[in-house]
């Protein structure tokens, strides 16, 4: 099936570091496809995080970081703050939609 | 800067239509695409569609295709989303963003939440 999935939520405490997966299929990420990150804080418009598998924007911190594998992706965030608690999204191209698909999402929690 | 500023929060009946704006500022407007997201309440983001406002060459969701119309006037720097007959499950957050050189969205709208009640 072509979709992304996530996990449904992550936590931490402040300071540790988390990842989210982000898992596809041959018609997105495993087709070479690049992957993108956003960030969504309650209330607010996603907002750009990583793009193109592991470039950071200008003002995102270097806490934030993204890889790519085979037909999966992470997000890693290091030294974790309470204002990262969030909900986020993957993102890559998928040829069965001739367009962006997103993942599912996943809320950070920070304990 | 640049910006996507979209329109006020709709409150609709069943079979009305609406039409909402997304106004881009600070770059070449022609020279990007720019994609709609629809968010339902307490879910995820899911493409709707998007648009080259050069030539309004437009790409729809199989999901959305039929559901919605995506133009855009590329004079006055506006894309527009519409229906015409709305349904309770249109009810949501709708996003207009820029789509970067390397296909993400690079800009965000501050959003346009619609509602569709009896």
């Known amino acids: 099936q072509s979709v992304l999935t996530q996990p449904p939520s992550v936590s931490g405490a402040p300071g540790q570091r988390v990842t989210i997966s982000c898992t596809g299929s041959?018609?997105?990420?495993?087709?070479?496809?690049?992957v993108h990150w956003y960030q969504q804080l309650p209330g607010t418009a996603p907002k750009l995080l990583i793009y193109g598998n592991n470039n950071r924007p200008s003002g995102v911190p270097d806490r934030f970081s993204g890889s790519k594998s085979g037909t999966s992706a992470s997000l890693a965030i290091t030294g974790l703050q309470a204002e990262d608690e969030a909900d986020y999204y993957c993102?890559?191209?998928?040829?069965?939609?001739?367009?962006?698909?997103f993942g599912g999402g996943t809320k950070l929690t920070v304990l | 800067e640049v910006q996507l500023v979209q329109s006020g929060a709709e409150v609709k009946k069943p079979g009305e239509s609406l039409k909402i704006s997304c106004k881009g500022s600070g770059y070449s407007f022609t020279s990007y695409w720019i994609g709609w997201v629809r968010q339902m309440p307490g879910k995820g983001l899911e493409w709707m569609g998007i648009?080259?406002?050069?030539?309004?060459?437009?790409t729809y969701s199989p999901s959305f295709q039929g559901q919605v119309t995506i133009s855009a006037d590329k004079s006055i720097s506006t894309a527009y989303l519409q229906w015409s007959s709305l349904k309770a499950s249109d009810t949501a957050m709708y996003y207009c963003a820029r789509r970067s050189m390397v296909e993400d969205f690079d800009y965000w709208g501050q959003g346009t939440l619609v509602t569709v009640s009896s």
């Open positions: 041959s018609s997105n990420i495993g087709a070479g496809y690049d």
């Open positions: 648009i080259y406002p050069a030539d309004s060459d437009t």
């Open positions: 993102q890559s191209y998928d040829s069965s939609l001739s367009g962006p698909r």
